[in-house]
Structure formats: structure tokens, C-alpha cells
């Protein structure tokens, strides 16, 4: 079993006078003592429509806005207490909002909107933006699962005006320690794909 998560900020650890010997050892292995961090990247899950999407627009997905820590490499874990700390001796192979944009756009390309979708700033000339924050992207400890949420909404890219928006959520039981909490991640993000995609397609 790898080591439980440690706090992200090894400054702020420095600061408390009185710590548990077991959040000192942690400490040291964030401050560069530990192994290096595996790299994990957000698998891009099977997302079929019920049926072909034909979108009569040309949209993009700008890249998603987030709050720090979660505008960061860091694979974030809620404790059960409440404080966020940072799965151990992991990280994201690229900063969250961009892999989440990538995901996207991947899964509305797996759903057949190939020519039609696009990263912003890319290629596309697009009719709408399908803009995202980033508002919970953690395992949950305390629950034992992983919990995304994201506020996304579509509009017009000539406009600006807002055309619909929506919360989506999802939840998925699962290992909150080790290469195995990664994998809950990314079948909540499954979840999450295959409700925007199905979500947005009629809109589009």
C-alpha cells in the first residue's frame, strides 16, 4: 500500500511548531526526501451517443478555470476531517484544466463530432464555446470514492450571450491510496464525459 497523502505545502508545514512524527516523515519525503512521483495522465473512457451526434456547429472547448490547488499538477485527496492534501508521490501529467479540456474534446470526437470540435485557439472557427470551471476534482477520503464537479455552459462565440448551462456532478466508489485512487478519478470522469456530451449534443 503506498504512503497516505501529504500536505501540498511543505512552508506551511514548517510553520507549525507541534507536529505528529508521522506528518514530519511526510513532510521530509514532500520536500524532495521521498521517491520521485509517478506521473498519471486522465484515461479517456469509451464515450458512444446513442446515436451519432450531427452538430450543425463548429464549437470549441476553451480551457477550463480553476481555483489553486486545483489549477495544478497535484492529485488532490480530501481528508476526513475536511483539509485537502495531495495524493502521495503522484502527479498529473499535465496541469488539470488542460487534460480535463483534453478529455473533452476527445469525447465528443469519440462521439462522432470529428471536424466540429476543437481545443480554442486551434483550427476551428466556432459558432459556440463550450466554456468549464473546475469546482471539485478529489478523492474523498472520508467517503471512499472520487468526486468531480464541473459548471460548464455553451455560447455564442459571436455574442457572448450564454445559450444554456448546467452543473454536472458524479461520484465513484473506489481506492482513495495509491495508483488505484487515480483510477476512481477516472471513472467519475467518465460519468461526467458521457453526461456532457449527451447533455450538450442537441444544443449544438
Known amino acids: 500500500m503506498s504512503s497516505p497523502p501529504h500536505r501540498s505545502s511543505c512552508v506551511a508545514r514548517a ?3 507541534f507536529v505528529f512524527l508521522g506528518v514530519v516523515s511526510l513532510a521530509l519525503a514532500g520536500c524532495g526526501g521521498g521517491p ?6 486522465l484515461v479517456q473512457p469509451e464515450v458512444v451517443a446513442k446515436k451519432a451526434l450531427h452538430v450543425k456547429r463548429q464549437f470549441v472547448v476553451t480551457e ?4 489553486q490547488p486545483l489549477d495544478s499538477d497535484h492529485v488532490l485527496v480530501r481528508r476526513s476531517d475536511g483539509t485537502l492534501a495531495t495524493l502521495a508521490h503522484a502527479q498529473w501529467s499535465d ?10 474534446v476527445q469525447a465528443f470526437e469519440n462521439a462522432g463530432a470529428v471536424g466540429r470540435v476543437g481545443i480554442a485557439g486551434g483550427p476551428i472557427t466556432p459558432d459556440l464555446t ?19 464537479e464541473l459548471a460548464i455552459k455553451l455560447v455564442n462565440a459571436v455574442t457572448g450571450r450564454t445559450v444554456a448551462a448546467r452543473v454536472i ?15 476512481t478519478l477516472d471513472r467519475a470522469l467518465g460519468q461526467v464525459l458521457r453526461e456532457i456530451v449527451r447533455w450538450a449534443g442537441p444544443r449544438i
Open 15 to 17: 510553520r507549525g511548531r
Open 36 to 41: 520521485p512521483p509517478v506521473t498519471f495522465d
Open 64 to 67: 477550463p478555470i480553476a481555483v
Open 95 to 104: 496541469r488539470l484544466p488542460r487534460l480535463v479540456q483534453a478529455r473533452i
Open 130 to 148: 463550450l466554456d468549464v470551471e473546475i469546482r471539485v476534482f478529489e478523492v474523498n477520503a472520508g467517503a471512499g470514492q472520487g468526486k468531480i
Open 169 to 183: 456532478q458524479a461520484d465513484a466508489p473506489g481506492a482513495t491510496e495509491g495508483p488505484e485512487a487515480v483510477e
